[in-house]
């Protein structure tokens, strides 16, 4: 953060007559190029009378929370220009698009990315034109617009964007905009407490600002309507210090805004000097909705309440008294003073933006991949699990996981966070707390552990606080990992939509440099929550990603530790995409090498040798696939039954990583080729498939491959509570015996003994069922069950 | 609300001695009877010294939150006792299963439920085998403990179920105790305001109890933390009225708490008199967490820290130490005094629990199936829209809908509620405002429309409030609709999926009766999102509810009004499913007369015979199927264009509303028959389904039926922004262009002329992408398409 005088910052609250006019005139042209965008589709400068025909047939857009948006966009400008602060604005209600497209546009750099939209009057219309339009740009603050690392579409996570984008960020300011209606979401309740994890010196500064303009789409928000006390009280609790602006004149509201920023500032900076009386600030802004807009339409009240929403003139092309309205309205803010005769802001205007990287919608840290260093990878196989033989011993997958990145926050001490709801220990990722603390900025007590506001590891019972800091993280250009409950994955379900479609978008922008990509683990998965039930057992969040665009979503199924490592590798060098790696906590049998591991998973599948009984000549009888540590588990148990119980019947084990090495190449650009697909699963052998999540998504995914009908697949059908491990897979039909009953069933051809081996899988599931509600544990050779060589 | 004297309040908060020995008593047996459960396989009553073999091979459960989950019991009880209050208990730390199963067993709910566990020594045994133990019971607060409406698994929810579940309540009376670890969730910060729509008058009262113990899983809480008064000054912000209780000591926490809990229900009493200078009560308890267990283990301090939220003594079997810890500790409650000797609880136990159906455990609110009535429905045919020629006039479906629920507002005024995330109005549901307003208990004022404290429509900015609120309206008895825009249904995706789980557990248990469906209407769907962009196009809740089990998901896709009618009658009408219905709110073609519109929704799936050119007698050469009413309108337009353009072509149309109707019966329960299947779709000819979502919901639905490979599927593959209705068709290549130009290249038999259609097909498509960024809307001849008889 930029250090600055106190003088420096009383001149920052008392603007002088000059600031007022350059401050008014950037927020008049704002405001004029909203409602441009939102009804012109001609005469843009209003040179001529405006007529019908200059009005665009569909009227799109948000005016009501703009102008509050630029009127917010105009002072922090200020501030940067007298400061040399660097600072992003995140826009709370996004809808507010068209008032950050009109900021980027007025300060340049619209033209610096899209060179089409020119600072003069074909410009402007191009502008015009463009919004909301067929291949045009979004009604939203979206990837398409400079300066933007929050969309807004999907309310609720302003705060923690700007919170994970400050973090390790000293020198940044995040301007948060919080919309009434907003902060009645929960995800947007909930990250408030951003500041209890953000430490002052080390990282940026986040500045919200709460803006009561009490009206959401349709009715007053609770907020807007709580006694003012009450709303004090609470940001108060929350652990702010309140600095409260209201009203609607001007320029009243100029003078009392510039005062209440320069406070917010000088806090901001007697807690980067470390002041501990002193708390983060928030400013309460209470303007009108639709503020400087038509005030009454129709004889109803219009202005301040919910009714200026959207377009507050709708029948501007059928009814004349509403076009006169609307060129009343725009010619209120006095075009022919801000724009010059070719059309171009005038100096007025244009001195209101700071320059170069310093205007916000050119902040790099709003661009991030800009900012991107690499990681300072260890070597992964320095993690390895020693594997001599393939399912002998087990060991915790994520345990090795947490090593390496235990090393990595060593050796990227700047740029690199994991993100967990309270469960990395849990998720047996404990390892990082030998070189950091968790971060926490309120009291610790003598007994704590691994806790301080030095430390960097991020616990909050919140996955949408996780989610949400390690997007705001990753966007700003550092590296992290969400680890997370496999089931409650699901509580953040949407903000990894959100994001995908982000970076879906962002993929289309050759401006937009391409970020570190958000890693998602899934651990304590439904298979293995036996302990906890059925409410902690959904694998969810793996069919969602599954849905998102080739060119973003990976989903990886590692078996064991060596290849969870080797993903790991691949995944935080990556960038832009969503990596979804699944894998359980719980000790598990190792199977791969090194070497191996590495080999299998640059192929994304592979066939198991070692497990089957397949020749690599002929066609096998049967295809047992699997992908997911459980079911790989079950399959080579399987595979192993029928070696030893049904000789001379041919078994090949495919066990899949890659989940997107499944579709078709024109599917998913990961796809396998059909040769490789074929010489696989072969083109005509029954599969059965045991799958990690819901069986339907095999079939999604092999659509298309060499009759895909034949795929049989096994996978969680939503049976489950607490009970046993190996339990879980039997009430889901994926246990070793179902999948060799389901091996003999489906097999094109069978050797004598088959009838024999499926009654003896029938016993054996009898014997389990008495057997675990007698011992309340598995049968032992189920549970100590392995590949070991016997002897 | 019972009205109970000043005096009889003032008992309450000063108990006796008598009063103090039996709650202690209840206090001690509940919480050995918890310890027991995590522990013991035999020995339940401590009839021999412990021994190794006494203990569960596998411990599991968590003991750190029980003894103040139970504590709490407690002593509503004894208020219960006092004043005849109907209340029931939920347990936001839905982890401390154990501790609510002991109380259902101690007030003999559980052996009437479950009459194998007796209360003697035997029937203890069963209740410490079975928990968390195959073919027993999970180890939360789950569907099979009695008294629970709410499982907390998932943390953050039970303030909205609770809040739910006293609308139109007006006698009940919700005890709801967050976990501070829960407290910093989203969901659970973002429903505290709940007060802010519960009217005291008319329903009932929630008393919420912040349980700050310090402690979650592995650290302190934020609000374990704070500086004491920055958490009033957050509840105080948020509209409560504090009472605090601090401490560990006996029986001194006796004594306050039961002040607390006095001075509480006096506050509650005075709101239901209407004195509007009182506020709601939040207890704010103060109690270390695993209070009265192992102080220190090995050394290392554990009560009140977050040591004590699992096993605190984990190493029993093997450490001797430990086990003789336990047996101490189990000891320190004096079974021999709580338990006779047959094994049953004495009578101080017994007494101290209210009778009969005044138990929490056996409250008939907590079973609501027990108190629903039906809704008084209207007859939804009323509401009908006119349909003479199909596809020939334009309507919003959703307004019928509107008017439907308005008139069940009127009809059934105590048992319905519509919620919904401020777009009442926007999907075009907005008739209910001429019976009802918005509910609101904050200021109002003049102008405000449909808004204040006798309203019953709930709107809130917040899907999980809205979500959360119906679940516990639905649990209690009640009826209701979530309406929501498709792609923010997202937001709340994960309480689909554990509401889901509830009843698909539920449907198990014969003493739980059967609830009102949670109805979820999805509308401003991804397809007709196009002014709002990319972020609010995503049909992903569809695909989460069809992975829950068939005896639970039902998902509908009514094409137009009429069948949006019939769909909704049957979903107010039906029991413990949930119901989701997939319509937009745009104007869009009609199609089906009442009557007809009956018999397609009957069958789930039918063929449109004024649609496409099939004779009936042989296949067709193609069969267009579709479900969602976007992609139907482009069905009907292809096969229209292809009827026009391609005669001899022989196309079937076939429209799917109950998607549940397509998989195999073994897969669904409403699955047709092979036969039913066949007909419709053939077994040979290909299908070109233009589904609503996404594409690989239709291959993992139809798996297993004849040849499924023949199915070729377009759907939404996540190609979206601002733009125009049919540019969205268009994007995501399902628009009448591109159904043709399918149907053509997957036909069997072409006739001639089929070349120089799907040239036409493609200068369609050219024509559009120029007109369409021209004019900023669509060409008249796709606009205003219709089937109407030209002339
Ligand atoms: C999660 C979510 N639910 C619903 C919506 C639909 N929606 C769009 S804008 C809006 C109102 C926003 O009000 P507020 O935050 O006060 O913004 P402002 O008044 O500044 O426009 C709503 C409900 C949404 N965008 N996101
Ligand atoms: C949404 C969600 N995330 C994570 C978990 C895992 N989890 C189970 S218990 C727990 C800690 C709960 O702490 P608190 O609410 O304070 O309960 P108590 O201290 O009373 O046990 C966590 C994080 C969960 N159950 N739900
Ligand atoms: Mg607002
Ligand atoms: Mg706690």
Not at 233 to 259: C, N
Not at 414 to 422: A, Q, V, Y
Not at 501 to 512: T, V, Y
Not at 660 to 668: A, F, I, N
Request: charged share 20%; aromatic share 8%.
């Amino acid at each position: 953060m930029t250090t600055v005088s106190a003088d420096l910052v009383r001149t920052l609250g008392e603007p002088s007559q000059e600031d007022l006019d350059r401050l008014d005139a950037w927020w008049r042209a704002n405001n004029y190029l909203t409602i441009g965008q939102i009804y012109l589709k001609a005469n843009p400068l209003l040179r001529e009378p405006l007529t019908a025909d200059h009005i665009k047939p569909r009227l799109l857009g948000h005016w009501g929370t703009s102008p509050g948006l630029s009127f917010i966009y105009a002072h922090v400008s200020r501030l940067i220009q007298h400061t040399g602060q660097e600072a992003i604005y995140l826009a709370g209600p996004g809808h507010g698009g068209p008032a950050l497209v009109a900021a980027g546009y007025l300060e340049g750099t619209y033209t610096e990315h899209f060179p089409g939209i020119t600072l003069d009057e074909g410009g402007l219309l191009k502008l015009f034109r463009q919004f909301s339009s067929p291949g045009g740009i979004p009604s939203h603050v979206s990837v398409t617009t400079p300066g933007s690392i929050h969309e807004g579409g999907e309310l609720g996570y302003v705060l923690v964007h700007a919170f994970g984008a400050v973090m390790d960020n000293p020198d940044l300011l995040a301007i948060a905009v919080v919309g009434d209606g907003e902060a009645e979401t929960g995800p947007l309740e909930g990250s408030w407490k951003g500041i209890s994890f953000i430490n002052a010196q080390r990282d940026g500064a986040v500045l919200p600002i709460l803006h009561l303009n009490d009206g959401k789409i349709s009715g007053p928000t609770v907020l807007g309507r709580k006694d003012p006390e009450d709303v004090r009280s609470l940001l108060r609790g929350h652990g702010y210090q309140i600095i409260e602006v209201s009203g609607g004149d001007l320029p009243g509201m100029h003078q009392r805004f510039a005062a209440a920023l320069a406070e917010a500032y000088q806090a901001i900076q007697d807690k980067k000097d470390g002041r501990d009386d002193v708390r983060w600030p928030v400013i309460i802004l209470r303007s009108p909705k639709g503020w400087t807009g038509p005030h009454e339409v129709d004889g109803v009240l219009v202005e301040g309440t919910w009714r200026a929403h959207q377009v507050p003139l709708s029948g501007v092309r059928e009814n004349p008294e509403h076009l006169k309205m609307l060129e009343q309205w725009l010619r209120s803010y006095r075009p022919e003073e801000l724009f010059d005769a070719t059309g171009a802001p005038v100096a007025l205007v244009r001195d209101a933006a700071p320059e170069g990287n310093l205007r916000m919608s050119a902040s790099p840290h709003a661009n991030g991949g800009l900012l991107t260093r690499d990681l300072d990878m260890p070597d992964f196989r320095t993690y390895a699990v020693d594997v001599k033989v393939p399912g002998a011993e087990r060991a915790e997958s994520t345990r090795r996981l947490g090593e390496m990145m235990r090393d990595i926050y060593t050796s990227s001490p700047d740029r690199f966070r994991l993100f967990c709801p309270d469960e990395t220990n849990s998720n047996r990722l404990g390892a990082v707390f030998e070189v950091s603390d968790r971060a926490f900025m309120e009291r610790t007590v003598p007994g704590d552990v691994k806790l301080g506001p030095d430390g960097r590891v991020m616990e909050v019972l919140s996955e949408h606080n996780c989610h949400g800091w390690l997007e705001g993280y990753n966007l700003t250009g550092r590296h992290g990992l969400f680890a997370t409950y496999e089931a409650f994955a699901m509580v953040s379900a949407s903000q990894t939509v959100q994001h995908g479609k982000w970076l879906q978008e962002a993929a289309h922008l050759p401006w937009r440099a391409k970020v570190p990509s958000l890693n998602i683990l899934l651990t304590s998965t439904a298979w293995r929550n036996d302990h906890n039930g059925f409410s902690h057992q959904g694998p969810g969040l793996l069919q969602v990603v599954l849905n998102q665009r080739g060119n973003v979503a990976r989903v990886y199924l590692p078996p064991d530790a060596n290849t969870l490592l080797s993903v790991a590798d691949h995944c935080f060098r990556s960038r832009s995409y969503v990596n979804l790696i699944v894998i359980d906590k719980q000790p598990q049998l190792q199977y791969l090498s090194m070497d191996e591991a590495i080999a299998h998973c640059a192929r994304g599948a592979g066939i198991w040798d070692w497990a089957g009984t397949d020749d690599g000549v002929t066609d096998p009888d049967i295809v047992l696939a699997c992908a997911g540590d459980v079911v790989t588990m079950e399959t080579v148990a399987a595979a192993q039954i029928l070696k030893e119980r049904l000789p001379g019947f041919k078994t090949r084990v495919v066990n899949v990583v890659n989940l997107m090495s499944l579709p078709r190449p024109k599917d998913h650009p990961h796809g396998m080729s059909e040769v490789q697909f074929t010489e696989l699963f072969t083109d005509t052998v029954d599969v059965v498939f045991a799958f990690h999540g819901y069986p339907g998504a095999i079939h999604q995914v092999v659509h298309g491959r060499p009759d895909a009908d034949r795929f049989r697949v096994r996978g969680f059908i939503e049976q489950g509570t607490t009970t046993t491990p190996f339990d879980m897979t039997v009430r889901n039909k994926t246990s070793r015996y179902h999948l060799v009953m389901d091996a003999i069933n489906n097999a094109k051809r069978l050797p004598r003994g088959a009838a024999d081996l499926k009654a003896w899988c029938e016993a054996q599931l009898a014997k389990h069922e008495l057997y675990v509600v007698e011992n309340l544990e598995d049968m032992p050779e189920v549970r100590d069950w392995s590949l070991a060589p016997r002897g």
